[in-house]
Nanobody, 131 residues
């Protein structure tokens, strides 16, 4: 059974930084693509970033140049470094495990968006950015 546990959320002011972590267990990490989504009340879930088994990554346009997704394969940990945070980045951030080692990061992001039932999700960590 796949388990994903996020941490690192918090409250920061505009322009601040946070690093989210996601510890994965119950899976063979190298056989998964990994990603992050966020959910804000009243808005649709937004897929933020994904990384494939080769380490290639993709981002939604609103976070390009500010967020960096990375992973420590030896420790089964996924990260999301968030810099220059804006109030619109506020939301619950969820870690995602997409069960395919052959997908590209863009394909993984699409699966997170279009086929969420195929994805394993963490419980989320809250990020709040104040102006």
């Amino acid at each position: 059974q796949v388990q994903l546990v996020e941490s690192g959320g918090g409250s920061v002011q505009t322009g601040g930084s946070l690093r989210l972590s996601c510890v994965a267990s119950g899976l063979t990490y190298s056989r998964y693509c990994m990603g992050w989504s966020r959910q804000t009340p009243g808005k649709e879930r937004e897929e933020v970033a994904a990384v494939d088994s080769d380490g290639s990554s993709t981002y939604t346009n609103s976070v390009k140049g500010r967020f960096t997704i990375s992973q420590d394969n030896a420790k089964n940990v996924l990260y999301l470094q968030m810099n220059d945070l804006k109030p619109e980045d506020t939301g619950m951030y969820f870690c995602a495990a997409i069960p395919s080692p052959d997908m590209t990061a863009k394909q993984a992001l699409a699966v997170m968006r279009d086929r969420p039932s195929l994805v394993s999700w963490g419980q989320g960590t809250q990020v709040t950015v104040s102006s």
